[in-house]
Protein backbone atom coordinates (compact mmCIF):
# COMPACT_ATOMS: atom_id res chain seq x y z
CA UNK A 1 0.00 0.00 0.00
CA UNK A 2 2.79 2.11 0.97
CA UNK A 3 4.62 1.29 -2.63
CA UNK A 4 0.91 1.99 -4.44
CA UNK A 5 1.12 6.26 -3.55
CA UNK A 6 4.84 6.54 -3.10
CA UNK A 7 5.48 8.50 -6.19
CA UNK A 8 2.18 10.15 -6.32
CA UNK A 9 2.70 12.83 -3.86
CA UNK A 10 -1.02 12.86 -2.36
CA UNK A 11 -1.47 13.73 1.35
CA UNK A 12 -2.62 10.70 3.08
CA UNK A 13 -2.86 8.40 5.95
CA UNK A 14 -2.28 4.44 6.20
CA UNK A 15 -4.75 2.56 8.46
CA UNK A 16 -6.73 6.09 9.46
CA UNK A 17 -9.49 6.18 11.93
CA UNK A 18 -12.68 6.51 9.84
CA UNK A 19 -14.81 6.60 12.99
CA UNK A 20 -13.77 10.39 13.84
CA UNK A 21 -15.41 11.02 10.15
CA UNK A 22 -18.55 10.37 10.62
CA UNK A 23 -21.67 11.13 12.48
CA UNK A 24 -22.01 7.65 13.93
CA UNK A 25 -18.79 7.89 15.38
CA UNK A 26 -17.72 4.28 15.36
CA UNK A 27 -16.14 2.02 13.06
CA UNK A 28 -12.49 0.68 12.10
CA UNK A 29 -9.86 1.98 9.80
CA UNK A 30 -9.40 3.06 5.83
CA UNK A 31 -6.05 1.40 4.58
CA UNK A 32 -5.26 4.73 3.33
CA UNK A 33 -7.76 8.16 3.50
CA UNK A 34 -5.54 10.45 0.47
CA UNK A 35 -7.10 13.99 0.94
CA UNK A 36 -5.85 15.17 -2.64
CA UNK A 37 -5.12 18.65 -3.16
CA UNK A 38 -5.69 19.00 -7.27
CA UNK A 39 -7.91 17.66 -9.56
CA UNK A 40 -4.89 15.99 -11.20
CA UNK A 41 -3.72 14.24 -8.07
CA UNK A 42 -6.61 13.03 -7.44
CA UNK A 43 -6.99 11.77 -11.40
CA UNK A 44 -3.60 10.03 -10.64
CA UNK A 45 -4.74 8.55 -7.70
CA UNK A 46 -7.85 7.14 -9.16
CA UNK A 47 -6.07 5.87 -12.44
CA UNK A 48 -3.34 3.82 -10.33
CA UNK A 49 -6.13 2.52 -7.98
CA UNK A 50 -8.19 1.12 -11.06
CA UNK A 51 -5.16 -0.13 -12.75
CA UNK A 52 -4.39 -2.08 -9.21
CA UNK A 53 -8.17 -3.23 -9.16
CA UNK A 54 -7.95 -1.41 -5.20
CA UNK A 55 -11.89 -0.73 -4.44
CA UNK A 56 -11.95 3.11 -3.95
CA UNK A 57 -14.57 5.08 -1.72
CA UNK A 58 -15.31 8.37 -1.47
CA UNK A 59 -15.92 10.06 1.92
CA UNK A 60 -18.47 13.12 2.16
CA UNK A 61 -19.48 14.56 5.09
CA UNK A 62 -19.63 11.18 6.78
CA UNK A 63 -23.13 11.99 8.00
CA UNK A 64 -25.01 9.43 6.33
CA UNK A 65 -22.33 6.45 6.71
CA UNK A 66 -21.92 3.42 8.79
CA UNK A 67 -18.24 2.06 8.44
CA UNK A 68 -17.76 -2.02 9.73
CA UNK A 69 -15.69 -2.10 13.16
CA UNK A 70 -12.96 -4.40 11.08
CA UNK A 71 -12.58 -1.13 8.77
CA UNK A 72 -12.21 -0.57 5.28
CA UNK A 73 -9.72 -2.37 2.88
CA UNK A 74 -9.02 -0.64 0.28
CA UNK A 75 -8.16 3.75 -0.75
CA UNK A 76 -10.89 6.23 0.93
CA UNK A 77 -10.89 9.76 -0.79
CA UNK A 78 -11.76 12.60 1.09
CA UNK A 79 -12.22 15.87 -1.08
CA UNK A 80 -11.79 18.23 1.78
CA UNK A 81 -8.97 20.16 0.10
CA UNK A 82 -9.95 23.81 -0.47
CA UNK A 83 -9.63 23.17 -3.67
CA UNK A 84 -12.54 21.23 -3.75
CA UNK A 85 -14.53 23.27 -1.10
CA UNK A 86 -14.63 26.35 -3.46
CA UNK A 87 -18.21 27.92 -4.07
CA UNK A 88 -18.90 30.71 -6.59
CA UNK A 89 -21.75 32.77 -7.03
CA UNK A 90 -23.17 34.40 -10.51
CA UNK A 91 -26.28 35.77 -10.63
CA UNK A 92 -28.67 33.05 -9.83
CA UNK A 93 -26.04 29.77 -10.78
CA UNK A 94 -24.40 29.14 -7.49
CA UNK A 95 -21.19 26.44 -8.69
CA UNK A 96 -20.00 24.16 -5.21
CA UNK A 97 -17.42 21.81 -4.95
CA UNK A 98 -17.90 18.35 -3.92
CA UNK A 99 -16.04 18.86 -0.69
CA UNK A 100 -18.35 22.41 0.19
CA UNK A 101 -20.30 21.92 3.32
CA UNK A 102 -24.45 21.58 2.80
CA UNK A 103 -25.49 23.81 5.76
CA UNK A 104 -23.09 26.42 5.13
CA UNK A 105 -24.14 26.97 1.69
CA UNK A 106 -27.82 26.74 2.82
CA UNK A 107 -27.31 29.49 4.63
CA UNK A 108 -25.24 31.63 2.62
CA UNK A 109 -27.69 31.17 -0.78
CA UNK A 110 -30.82 31.94 1.66
CA UNK A 111 -28.62 35.09 3.08
CA UNK A 112 -28.31 36.06 -0.97
CA UNK A 113 -31.53 36.25 -1.82
CA UNK A 114 -31.27 32.91 -3.56
CA UNK A 115 -33.66 30.19 -3.05
CA UNK A 116 -33.93 26.44 -4.11
CA UNK A 117 -32.11 25.59 -0.90
CA UNK A 118 -33.80 26.43 1.97
CA UNK A 119 -36.34 22.92 2.22
CA UNK A 120 -33.13 20.98 3.06
CA UNK A 121 -32.14 23.61 5.90
CA UNK A 122 -31.03 20.70 8.82
CA UNK A 123 -29.60 18.00 6.53
CA UNK A 124 -25.84 17.21 7.51
CA UNK A 125 -24.19 16.51 3.89
CA UNK A 126 -21.43 17.71 1.55
CA UNK A 127 -22.38 18.59 -1.48
CA UNK A 128 -20.90 15.71 -3.54
CA UNK A 129 -22.91 13.30 -0.72
CA UNK A 130 -26.25 15.77 -1.24
CA UNK A 131 -26.34 15.55 -4.95
CA UNK A 132 -25.04 11.57 -5.20
CA UNK A 133 -27.98 10.60 -2.95
CA UNK A 134 -30.43 13.61 -4.05
CA UNK A 135 -30.66 14.82 0.20
CA UNK A 136 -33.68 16.36 0.76
CA UNK A 137 -36.59 15.79 3.12
CA UNK A 138 -40.56 16.51 3.23
CA UNK A 139 -40.09 19.98 2.07
CA UNK A 140 -37.60 18.57 -1.05
CA UNK A 141 -34.76 17.71 -2.75
CA UNK A 142 -31.29 18.91 -3.99
CA UNK A 143 -31.92 17.18 -7.51
CA UNK A 144 -34.70 19.88 -8.17
CA UNK A 145 -32.03 22.92 -8.48
CA UNK A 146 -29.37 20.80 -10.48
CA UNK A 147 -28.26 22.02 -13.70
CA UNK A 148 -25.24 20.45 -14.37
CA UNK A 149 -22.49 18.08 -12.26
CA UNK A 150 -18.83 17.86 -12.81
CA UNK A 151 -17.55 14.72 -12.56
CA UNK A 152 -14.69 12.08 -12.90
CA UNK A 153 -14.76 8.83 -13.82
CA UNK A 154 -12.84 5.65 -12.09
CA UNK A 155 -9.78 5.88 -14.42
CA UNK A 156 -9.49 9.92 -14.31
CA UNK A 157 -11.56 11.21 -16.90
CA UNK A 158 -13.34 14.15 -16.40
CA UNK A 159 -16.82 15.18 -17.89
CA UNK A 160 -20.12 17.27 -17.23
CA UNK A 161 -23.71 15.86 -17.13
CA UNK A 162 -26.08 18.09 -17.74
CA UNK A 163 -29.56 18.17 -15.87
CA UNK A 164 -31.25 16.78 -19.08
CA UNK A 165 -29.60 13.52 -18.70
CA UNK A 166 -29.68 13.37 -15.39
CA UNK A 167 -32.37 11.85 -13.17
CA UNK A 168 -33.22 12.44 -9.41
CA UNK A 169 -35.88 10.57 -7.20
CA UNK A 170 -36.26 9.77 -3.58
CA UNK A 171 -32.54 9.34 -2.37
CA UNK A 172 -31.26 8.84 -5.43
CA UNK A 173 -29.62 10.28 -8.91
CA UNK A 174 -28.50 8.28 -11.72
CA UNK A 175 -24.92 9.79 -11.48
CA UNK A 176 -22.22 6.76 -12.04
CA UNK A 177 -19.09 8.21 -12.00
CA UNK A 178 -17.16 7.45 -9.13
CA UNK A 179 -16.12 11.31 -8.16
CA UNK A 180 -18.46 14.29 -7.78
CA UNK A 181 -16.11 17.36 -8.20
CA UNK A 182 -18.41 19.78 -8.33
CA UNK A 183 -22.37 20.84 -8.98
CA UNK A 184 -24.02 23.74 -10.26
CA UNK A 185 -27.24 24.85 -9.14
CA UNK A 186 -29.95 27.25 -10.40
CA UNK A 187 -31.87 29.20 -8.11
CA UNK A 188 -34.29 31.40 -7.85
CA UNK A 189 -33.88 35.07 -6.83
CA UNK A 190 -36.46 35.89 -3.70
CA UNK A 191 -36.29 38.53 -0.60
CA UNK A 192 -33.44 37.20 2.18
CA UNK A 193 -35.56 37.87 5.26
CA UNK A 194 -38.47 35.47 3.98
CA UNK A 195 -35.93 32.92 2.96
CA UNK A 196 -34.29 33.25 6.24
CA UNK A 197 -37.27 33.04 8.53
CA UNK A 198 -38.09 29.42 6.24
CA UNK A 199 -34.84 28.07 7.19
CA UNK A 200 -35.05 28.85 10.68
CA UNK A 201 -38.78 27.42 10.70
CA UNK A 202 -37.76 24.14 8.92
CA UNK A 203 -34.68 23.87 11.02
CA UNK A 204 -36.97 23.84 13.64
CA UNK A 205 -39.54 21.79 12.83
CA UNK A 206 -36.64 19.02 12.48
CA UNK A 207 -35.03 19.68 16.00
CA UNK A 208 -38.44 19.05 17.60
CA UNK A 209 -39.30 15.48 16.22
CA UNK A 210 -35.51 14.46 15.73
CA UNK A 211 -32.38 13.82 17.86
CA UNK A 212 -30.38 16.16 16.30
CA UNK A 213 -27.32 16.22 19.52
CA UNK A 214 -26.92 12.45 19.21
CA UNK A 215 -24.66 10.44 16.83
CA UNK A 216 -26.65 9.09 14.49
CA UNK A 217 -27.14 8.87 10.97
CA UNK A 218 -30.37 10.46 10.38
CA UNK A 219 -32.82 8.07 8.83
CA UNK A 220 -31.56 4.76 9.01
CA UNK A 221 -34.66 3.27 6.70
CA UNK A 222 -36.14 5.08 3.51
CA UNK A 223 -39.76 5.96 3.34
CA UNK A 224 -41.59 2.48 1.80
CA UNK A 225 -43.54 3.62 -1.48
CA UNK A 226 -47.05 4.15 -0.94
CA UNK A 227 -49.11 1.59 0.32
CA UNK A 228 -51.72 -0.23 -1.43
CA UNK A 229 -54.60 2.37 -1.37
CA UNK A 230 -51.78 5.14 -2.60
CA UNK A 231 -51.48 6.37 0.84
CA UNK A 232 -48.05 7.83 1.97
CA UNK A 233 -45.95 5.61 4.01
CA UNK A 234 -43.27 6.57 6.89
CA UNK A 235 -40.14 4.26 8.13
CA UNK A 236 -40.38 6.01 11.20
CA UNK A 237 -44.28 5.54 12.16
CA UNK A 238 -43.74 2.15 10.95
CA UNK A 239 -41.32 1.03 13.60
CA UNK A 240 -42.33 2.83 16.15
CA UNK A 241 -45.90 1.44 15.54
CA UNK A 242 -43.89 -1.56 15.92
CA UNK A 243 -43.00 -1.08 19.01
CA UNK A 244 -39.19 -0.59 18.78
CA UNK A 245 -38.46 2.82 20.35
CA UNK A 246 -35.49 1.95 22.72
CA UNK A 247 -34.73 -1.35 21.65
CA UNK A 248 -30.96 -1.62 22.27
CA UNK A 249 -28.12 -3.70 21.49
CA UNK A 250 -24.86 -2.76 23.04
CA UNK A 251 -24.73 0.82 22.89
CA UNK A 252 -27.07 1.15 19.65
CA UNK A 253 -30.74 2.14 20.06
CA UNK A 254 -33.79 2.91 18.35
CA UNK A 255 -34.28 6.76 19.37
CA UNK A 256 -37.07 7.37 21.79
CA UNK A 257 -37.55 10.54 20.07
CA UNK A 258 -37.97 9.37 16.17
CA UNK A 259 -37.70 5.45 15.96
CA UNK A 260 -36.22 5.92 12.20
CA UNK A 261 -33.09 7.17 14.00
CA UNK A 262 -30.59 4.67 15.70
CA UNK A 263 -28.43 6.83 18.06
CA UNK A 264 -24.55 5.12 19.15
CA UNK A 265 -24.55 5.68 23.18
CA UNK A 266 -20.65 5.92 24.47
CA UNK A 267 -19.15 2.17 23.59
CA UNK A 268 -21.14 1.51 21.00
CA UNK A 269 -19.93 -0.64 17.76
CA UNK A 270 -20.94 -1.06 14.45
CA UNK A 271 -21.71 -4.70 15.28
CA UNK A 272 -24.14 -2.99 17.40
CA UNK A 273 -26.20 -0.88 15.17
CA UNK A 274 -26.63 -2.92 12.23
CA UNK A 275 -27.92 -5.15 15.05
CA UNK A 276 -30.51 -2.98 15.79
CA UNK A 277 -31.17 -2.17 12.18
CA UNK A 278 -31.83 -6.17 11.00
CA UNK A 279 -34.13 -6.98 14.55
CA UNK A 280 -36.04 -3.55 13.32
CA UNK A 281 -36.29 -4.80 9.50
CA UNK A 282 -37.21 -7.76 10.48
CA UNK A 283 -39.62 -6.83 13.16
CA UNK A 284 -41.28 -4.19 10.58
CA UNK A 285 -41.89 -7.02 8.55
CA UNK A 286 -43.09 -9.63 10.36
CA UNK A 287 -45.62 -6.98 11.81
CA UNK A 288 -46.46 -5.05 8.54
CA UNK A 289 -44.87 -7.04 5.95
CA UNK A 290 -43.13 -4.10 4.71
CA UNK A 291 -39.25 -4.59 3.82
CA UNK A 292 -37.55 -1.69 4.64
CA UNK A 293 -35.30 -0.52 2.87
CA UNK A 294 -31.91 0.79 4.73
CA UNK A 295 -30.82 4.62 3.92
CA UNK A 296 -27.63 4.50 5.79
CA UNK A 297 -24.95 3.50 3.59
CA UNK A 298 -22.66 0.75 5.27
CA UNK A 299 -18.82 0.41 4.19
CA UNK A 300 -16.77 -1.52 3.08
N1 LIG B 1 -43.72 9.18 13.13
C1 LIG B 1 -44.15 8.41 14.19
N2 LIG B 1 -43.20 7.93 15.04
C2 LIG B 1 -41.87 8.16 14.89
C3 LIG B 1 -41.45 8.97 13.80
C4 LIG B 1 -42.39 9.47 12.93
O1 LIG B 1 -45.33 8.16 14.36
O2 LIG B 1 -41.09 7.69 15.71
C5 LIG B 1 -44.74 9.73 12.22
C6 LIG B 1 -44.80 11.25 12.29
O3 LIG B 1 -45.64 11.68 13.31
C7 LIG B 1 -45.32 11.59 10.92
C8 LIG B 1 -44.72 10.51 10.02
O4 LIG B 1 -44.35 9.44 10.89
O5 LIG B 1 -46.71 11.47 10.88
C9 LIG B 1 -43.52 11.00 9.24
O6 LIG B 1 -42.48 11.38 10.13
P1 LIG B 1 -41.59 12.68 9.91
O7 LIG B 1 -42.47 13.83 9.68
O8 LIG B 1 -40.59 12.75 10.99
O9 LIG B 1 -40.88 12.45 8.53
P2 LIG B 1 -40.08 11.20 8.01
O10 LIG B 1 -40.79 10.69 6.81
O11 LIG B 1 -39.79 10.23 9.10
C10 LIG B 1 -38.56 12.44 6.31
C11 LIG B 1 -37.14 12.15 5.93
C12 LIG B 1 -36.20 12.90 6.89
C13 LIG B 1 -36.50 14.37 6.88
C14 LIG B 1 -37.98 14.56 7.27
C15 LIG B 1 -38.41 16.02 7.25
C16 LIG B 1 -36.92 9.89 5.07
C17 LIG B 1 -36.66 8.47 5.41
N3 LIG B 1 -36.91 10.73 6.08
O12 LIG B 1 -38.72 11.86 7.60
O13 LIG B 1 -34.90 12.69 6.41
O14 LIG B 1 -35.67 15.05 7.79
O15 LIG B 1 -38.80 13.84 6.34
O16 LIG B 1 -38.20 16.58 6.00
O17 LIG B 1 -37.11 10.23 3.90
C18 LIG B 1 -32.89 11.50 6.48
O18 LIG B 1 -33.07 11.29 5.27
O19 LIG B 1 -31.87 11.13 7.09
C19 LIG B 1 -33.93 12.16 7.21
C20 LIG B 1 -33.94 12.27 8.52
Known sequence: MRQFLDDLHVPHTLDAPLAPETWYGVGGPAAVLARP??????????????????????????????????????LVVKLSDACFRRVEINGNIVTAGAGADLAKLVLQTAKTGLSGLECIAGVPASIGGAVRMNAGGRFGDIGRVVRRVKVMDSSGHVYYRDREDLAFSYRKSSIVAKFILEAELELTPDDPDALMQEVKRIFMLKSESQPLGDHSAGCAFKNPSPGPDGSPRSAGKLLDQ???????????????????????????????????????????????????EREVVVWP
Open 242 to 292: AGLKGFRVGGAEVSPQHANFTVAHPGCTAADILAVLDHAQRVVFEKFGVKL
Open 37 to 74: SSAQQLAALAARAHEQGLPVHVLGSGANLLVADAGVPG
